[in-house]
């Protein structure tokens, strides 16, 4: 069974970083194209990154130059490193597999605030 697992989210002010984890079990990490997606409240999920199976990244307009995409196939592991947060980067975030996905499971909530 295919499961992926977010954590990492927390609070942090404005201009801070936090590095999320999407853990992956049944599968590997780097057999699929991974997405990673947020949920503002009260609006749509959205894309946010995306990593390819060669590991070429791409990203939302708005977090580009500010998330950082990665894998690691020491522990079947994908990263997403967030850095210079802004408050409209709140939300809970997700990872998946876009052609072929699992269960969303319950994300990580990333709060920015002051």
């Known amino acids: 069974q295919v499961r992926l697992v977010v954590s990492g989210g927390g609070s942090v002010q404005p201009g801070g970083s936090l590095k999320l984890s999407c853990a992956a079990s049944?599968?590997?990490?780097?057999?699929?194209?991974l997405d990673w997606y947020r949920q503002a409240p009260g609006k749509s999920r959205e894309w946010v990154a995306q990593i390819t199976k060669s590991g070429t990244t791409f990203y939302e307009d708005d977090v580009k130059g500010r998330f950082t995409a990665s894998r690691d196939a020491a522990v079947n592991t994908a990263y997403l490193q967030m850095d210079a947060l802004k408050p409209e980067d709140t939300a809970v975030y997700y990872c998946?597999?876009?052609?072929?996905?699992?269960?969303w499971g319950q994300g990580t909530r990333v709060t920015v605030s002051s």
């Open positions: 998946n597999f876009p052609y072929d996905p699992t269960d």
């Open positions: 049944g599968t590997s990490i780097f057999i699929n194209t």
